[in-house]
């Protein structure tokens, strides 16, 4: 079964302080994986992409990994900001399909 | 840069009535799919539409319906309303064969339904 699991589900953190968010898959066979950013009552935004064949890319803060081996993918947010405050979801989809499947999502809260 | 577009932003409506919301893709974007996310849930895929054809369902109710036009714009039809149908309505869209996977999502259409 195609599953996508993000963990923590909360995190708390400090303003300035980096944190890192899971992503684990056994999606089959895997296409990409994306990273969104979610304000509370919004569309989710899209910070990274991902295909097989990358490792690493960054957005500003943001700066994603990928492991095809262990099917695992993490989220950096370096010098967080209070604005960071959202849902971050992990978003991958399998090859050869339109579907799309989502992870259960991290909700993040900086404190200033 | 041109966004999907959606509308209305926000809706209103009583148990048993219906709704339609509209998704106005990026152009030239060929794929439409909608995503209902409840409170304090993540968005659940309802349907997708590729060349105006359907190519996916996903948990839509049979008491919904969805369509792609000829202009690429597609719209949601949503039938004898419940509580539960109170969400929100998201519409994303893409181009298929890009190397990026161009997938961008609307702002969605809150729909509460008393």
């Known amino acids: 079964k195609n599953q996508v699991e993000q963990s923590p589900q909360s995190l708390i953190i400090l303003e300035g302080k980096n944190c890192t968010l899971q992503c684990n898959y056994t999606v089959s066979p895997f296409s990409n994986l994306r990273w969104y950013k979610q304000d509370t009552g919004r569309g989710p935004v899209s910070l990274t992409i991902?295909?097989?064949?990358?490792n690493t890319k960054s957005n500003g803060r943001y700066t994603a990994t990928l492991d095809a081996d262990t099917k695992q993918s993490s989220l950096h947010i370096t010098a967080s900001q209070l604005s960071d405050s959202a849902s971050y979801i992990c978003?991958?989809?399998?090859?050869?399909?339109?579907?799309?499947?989502f992870g259960t999502g991290t909700r993040l809260k900086v404190l200033a | 840069a041109a966004g999907v577009i959606q509308s209305p932003r926000h809706l209103i409506k009583e148990k048993r009535e219906t709704a339609t919301l509209k998704c106005y893709p990026i152009?030239?974007?060929?794929?439409v799919y909608w995503y209902q996310q409840g409170p304090g849930q993540d968005p659940q895929f309802l349907i997708s539409f590729y060349e105006k054809m359907q190519s996916d369902k996903g948990s839509i109710p049979d008491r919904f319906s969805a369509q792609q036009f000829s202009d690429y714009h597609s719209e949601l039809n949503m039938s004898s309303l419940e509580l539960g149908d109170s969400a929100l309505y998201f519409c994303?869209?893409?181009?298929?064969?890009?190397?990026?996977?161009?997938?961008?999502f609307g702002s969605g259409t809150r729909l509460t339904v008393v």
């Open positions: 991902m295909t097989f064949s990358e």
């Open positions: 994303a869209s893409s181009l298929q064969g890009t190397k990026n996977y161009g997938y961008t």
């Open positions: 152009p030239r974007h060929d794929t």
């Open positions: 978003v991958v989809s399998a090859h050869g399909t339109y579907k799309y499947i």
